[in-house]
């Protein structure tokens, strides 16, 4: 008897997870279930964790997505993603992850290195759904802020100078970058750099940003918040330090005003987080403007990719800028190292989940 | 009449052979391990204690998460295993095909070892492409994907062994062989088969330490699900963790990693011991 009603039970519940996938699958010929425009953020998530389709790079930027996957009550775990959109296009990814200025373009563009989905595609904003957090800044270590605050004065306006030439004359920008060394074609530095100029303008909240490299406490607070839920340490002392971290250990934005001093060192050298792209625009923008000139530096920047650990290069001295995400940096600091962050250049999060919708 | 002989000088004693042969890379192993713990090291080669750990601090994170490291060891460990066990069998039946049809056998061989000069940064993200329609399991496809890497990498060592072994035999042995008027089949089960025992373990040695790299490198590459309930390799742990700054954690996964490898190299040295026991006689 207890046999038969498990029986009818499953059967029961194969009937309405049909009824429910039935809901969901496309009328296009494709075997795959896409999405609707009229589904909701929602439903659209729990469908393809469910499923196990949620994909993201690791490695230190799966926090907003475990975050979104916790807000909707589901296991915070996801599919390895790799670092092109091979596995979104073939259907192995059904929400992947993407940067609004780098994935997401090649997704719905049709230039070299595309994917040419156009408008066949919609996306899940971290910003619209709260869990934002902060990515790329300026960071130093606290040592070399305190022993060459007029450097970092300097470099930190000469920087966002660069930033605010970029973001106004971003094709401009574009060129400058391609012509530094671009690790990616013309077009999609363009595109980059158009929709980098958005995330170092808007904040978390969808607000125009006039003042540049605004180190903004409340979304800097969210961060950390999603950092110390999210970041998970083996290592008891590290994740003590993550437990108690505040935003004073991790961030001071009075290298952002106040009259700028003779530079105690001249010549420095900035990490970039990855291989060069519109992503670092005003740096690149800064030191052919002649604006590192302008307040006595000679800066070298140093791009990244790989395995590139900007905070490691960092803390040991090998260069003494760096640009990372403000989640890296936290990690950073509590596996032991001393990172400030002296200005936010992105004020709100450039990650999206990206999904194909059902034609 | 006393025929004593004479005594040994001292350098030339097998006690003082052993002493310095063990004691003096201990003893300098004493040292580095002092200079480390005491961070008397960070300050002669100019870092901090977060960049390079001191072994307490290591230690303390192994001890903190013994079932944890031991999950995700098992996940390199069961791979290499397996690839290095098929992998091993299939070298060797290359190896008897090129001994049986000698004339292109030889030729054949050398090509199986080109295979070897792949390097698995290249293998790994080809075959973990190469599944992907097969299952869609992730974590057994990412074992799968490993298990293929290993088996291409441990394949020419044991052809290239085994080969030798099935042909280089004994002066004399086949002319015997063909006295007793024996046929193919008993010349290689009486007679090459136990010639190659040996090389067979020649052949483990070195794919033994491969197939555990091959499967902690590997890792860089291979599709996996990460998050909470899941358990990467120790290969992925140990990037992941450098990737976030954690250092004395990858150092832990570290030393899992050169645990498993001199382990598992130890359990194949004993069991080659008992093998070969008599051999030689």
């Not at chain 1, 029986?7 to 009937?15: D, E, V, Y």
């Not at chain 1, 040592?143 to 966002?160: D, H, Q, R, W």
């Not at chain 2, 299939?90 to 000069?117: D, E, H, K, P, Q």
């Not at chain 2, 990467?232 to 490898?261: D, E």
Request: hydrophobic fraction near 45%; proline fraction near 3%.
């Amino acid at each position: 008897m207890n046999m038969k009603k498990f029986t009818r039970l499953t059967c029961l519940a194969a009937a309405a997870a049909l009824s429910v996938s039935a809901s969901l699958v496309s009328c296009g010929d494709s075997s795959t279930e896409y999405y609707t425009a009229s589904q909701s953020h929602s439903e659209i998530i729990k469908d393809a964790a469910g499923k196990g389709k949620v994909g993201n790079w690791g490695l230190g930027n799966e926090y907003e997505i475990q975050a979104l996957l916790a807000k909707y009550n589901l296991p915070t775990s996801y599919l390895s993603q790799a670092f092109d959109m091979d596995g979104f296009d073939s259907d192995e990814i059904l929400l992947a992850s993407a940067m609004t200025y780098n994935e997401l373009g090649l997704v719905i563009n049709d230039y070299e290195g595309g994917y040419g989905y156009g408008n066949k595609v919609s996306t899940i904003d971290m910003n619209d759904e709260g869990v934002a957090m902060l990515e790329d800044n300026i960071f130093c270590t606290k040592e070399f802020a305190k022993e060459n605050p007029n450097t970092v004065k300097a470099f930190v306006a000469a920087s966002l100078k660069g930033w605010k030439y970029a973001c106004e004359h971003p094709e401009e920008a574009a060129q400058m970058v391609y012509e530094a060394g671009s690790s990616v074609s013309a077009d999609h530095q363009k595109f980059m750099a158009s929709e980098v100029a958005k995330l170092v303008t808007t904040d978390t909240k969808g607000q125009k940003v006039t003042n540049y490299g605004n180190i903004d406490r409340e979304a800097m607070q969210q961060t950390l918040d999603l950092a110390k839920k999210y970041i998970k340490l083996d290592d008891s002392a590290a994740s003590a330090r993550l437990a108690s971290m505040t935003l004073d250990e991790i961030c001071d934005d009075s290298f952002l005003t106040g009259a700028i001093g003779e530079p105690e060192k001249t010549s420095v050298k900035i990490q970039l987080k990855w291989l060069p792209q519109s992503q670092f625009m005003g740096y690149y923008v800064a030191a052919a403007k002649g604006y590192y000139d302008e307040v006595g530096l000679s800066v070298e920047i140093v791009s990244g990719g790989g395995d590139i650990g900007e905070t490691t290069a960092v803390s040991n001295g090998t260069v003494d800028f760096g640009v990372t995400w403000v989640s890296n940096l936290i990690a950073a600091n509590a596996g032991g190292m001393e990172l400030l962050e002296v200005a936010q250049i992105y004020q709100r999060s450039g990650l999206v989940l990206v999904y194909k919708l059902a034609q | 009449m006393k025929s004593r002989q004479k005594k040994p000088k001292l350098s030339e004693r097998p006690m003082f052979e052993t002493v310095t042969s063990v004691l003096y890379p201990l003893l300098f192993g004493a040292v580095i391990f002092v200079l480390w713990e005491t961070e008397l090291l960070h300050r002669m080669i100019g870092t901090t204690e977060s960049i390079l750990p001191t072994p307490s601090h290591i230690a303390d994170i192994i001890a903190n998460n013994p079932s944890k490291l031991f999950g995700n060891l098992m996940m390199t460990m069961l791979p290499t295993l397996i690839g290095l066990a098929l992998g091993s069998l299939l070298g060797y039946g290359v190896a008897v095909l090129a001994a049986m049809f000698g004339r292109w056998g030889a030729g054949g061989l050398t090509i199986v070892s080109c295979f070897n000069a792949i390097p698995i940064v290249a293998l790994a993200p080809v075959f973990n492409n190469l599944i992907k329609t097969v299952t869609s399991d992730i974590t057994i496809r990412g074992l799968t994907a490993k298990v293929l890497v290993i088996i291409v990498m441990c394949m020419s060592s044991m052809s290239i062994n085994a080969y030798r072994g099935l042909t280089q035999l004994q002066p004399f042995g086949e002319d015997l062989m063909a006295t007793y008027g024996a046929d193919r089949k008993t010349v290689f089960l009486m007679l090459r088969l136990p010639n190659s025992l040996p090389y067979i373990f020649t052949a483990l040695k070195v794919s033994l330490p491969l197939s555990v790299i091959s499967s902690l490198v590997s890792e860089y590459f291979i599709d996996t699900v990460e998050g909470s309930q899941s358990r990467p390799g120790l290969g992925r742990m140990i990037r992941s963790n450098i990737l976030n700054a954690q250092y004395a954690t990858a150092w832990a996964y570290i030393t899992f990693a050169c645990a498993l490898g001199v382990a598992l190299y130890i359990v194949l040295m004993l069991i080659s011991k008992r093998v070969l026991k008599n051999r030689g006689k």
